[in-house]
């Protein structure tokens, strides 16, 4: 009876051995890449900016990543970039990413639209261009899915503050201070 006992415990404490991490072959990790290349098909600015944007990212740790998204709008002759510093609280490394992402953004361009006054007994039209420029700060939220190794989806989408804007001058406002928020989609390549 004593030698079944002994017998058992080898086995058990072996084939515990064998299933641990790191101890076997049969555990296989994904290796992300440090590097992340986006393309987003849709991204909005609040002030009635429709684009397409363009994104690197680097991943300096676990945690960091620093961002650098471009976007171009469609509806205007604008032009828009940032900076952001993406915090992931629980780490960058699996298929599932969220992120907070501080970021400051700075935008320059013109804003095209038409106003009608009534003149006599019509309507006329008139075609406005004003300059449109920003510079201000902005908290994203991000949530990514690995869908391959190195192909994701994202949303991607945030509020804050312009400390200049440029159209609230125009508007005749007291001060330059106005709301600042941004919503894309996105699609990337990590390597």
């Not at 804007?165 to 989609?185: G, M, R, T, W, Y």
Request: contains cysteine; glycine residues 8%.
């Amino acid at each position: 009876m004593k030698k079944i006992l002994i017998a058992l415990l080898i086995c058990s404490s072996a084939l515990t051995s064998m299933a641990q991490p790191g101890s076997s072959s049969l555990v296989i990790k994904k290796e992300y890449g440090k590097n992340i290349l986006a393309f987003n098909p849709v991204h909005l600015i609040a002030s009635d900016f429709v684009g397409v944007g363009f994104s690197y990212e680097r991943l300096v740790n676990n945690y960091l990543g620093l961002k650098i998204p471009v976007m171009l709008a469609i509806n205007n002759n604008y032009f828009n970039v940032g900076i952001e510093a993406k915090l992931y609280p629980a780490k960058n490394t699996g298929p599932v990413k969220y992120a907070i992402a501080p970021a400051i953004m700075l935008g320059i361009g013109e804003n095209k639209y038409q106003t009608y006054n009534y003149v006599g007994s019509n309507y006329v039209r008139t075609d406005v261009v004003e300059k449109a420029s920003h510079f201000g700060f902005l908290l994203n939220q991000t949530l990514n899915v690995t869908i391959t190794r190195q192909f994701f989806i994202g949303l991607d989408g945030g509020l804050g503050i312009n400390y200049y804007d440029e159209k609230a001058k125009n508007n005749n406002s007291n001060n330059n201070l106005s709301f600042l928020a941004q919503l894309h989609i996105g699609m990337g390549y990590r390597f």
